[in-house]
């Protein structure tokens, strides 16, 4: 499963409840408002991402992305379009969550480096390598296991384990 996509760069440290959303923003915990999640969505790191971002984008982060991050942080980035989260490092947590709602999230140590702002880079989950096409690099990450790209595939968690469930009452 290949990713190809418009790079978003980040730098280092970007808050998952206070850069990519606005957490004192959300007044019902238990539900996803994803039209305000996504209106607010690296609102204050880049004010002009929710107005320019397009489905199938990319994230490119430093170190310690989306630390502090609730669930609905993931709900943001994914209501944003973004197919593909690329970072340097970032909580294990985060990695679930995202995965949950069927966002994959990649840790690339060298990343950032390799990319601007905006260029295309490619992310292949099941090889495990993202290739950056302007300057022909490849970087390797961990492949995502057979069942993570069922996942990914079929948009979460949920959404694959009712395909899993209809498979077998069959």
């Not at 992305?65 to 209501?79: E, G, N, T």
């Not at 679930?96 to 069927?102: C, P, W």
């Not at 690099?137 to 961990?142: C, M, S, T």
């Not at 790209?149 to 009452?169: C, D, E, T």
């Amino acid at each position: 499963m290949s990713i190809v996509g418009r790079v978003w760069k980040f730098g280092d440290g970007v808050c998952g409840d206070d850069g990519i959303i606005q957490f004192s923003r959300i007044n019902d915990l238990g539900s996803y408002d994803e039209p305000a999640l996504k209106a607010m969505c690296f609102e204050l790191v880049n004010p002009d991402f929710p107005k320019q971002v397009v489905a199938g984008d990319l994230v490119v982060a430093g170190h310690t992305f989306a630390h502090h991050s609730h669930p609905h942080v993931c709900v943001a980035l994914k209501a944003s379009g973004i197919a593909a989260v690329v970072v340097e490092s970032c909580d294990s947590g985060f990695v679930r969550k995202a995965l949950n709602i069927g966002l994959p999230v990649v840790t690339c140590p060298g990343v950032t480096g390799l990319v601007q702002p905006f260029e295309t880079l490619e992310v292949d989950l099941e090889k495990g390598e993202v290739r950056h096409p302007a300057s022909g690099a490849n970087l390797p990450v961990r492949p995502f296991s057979e069942r993570m790209l069922g996942i990914v595939a079929a948009g979460g968690l949920i959404p694959f384990l009712k395909l899993q469930y209809s498979a077998r009452a069959t």
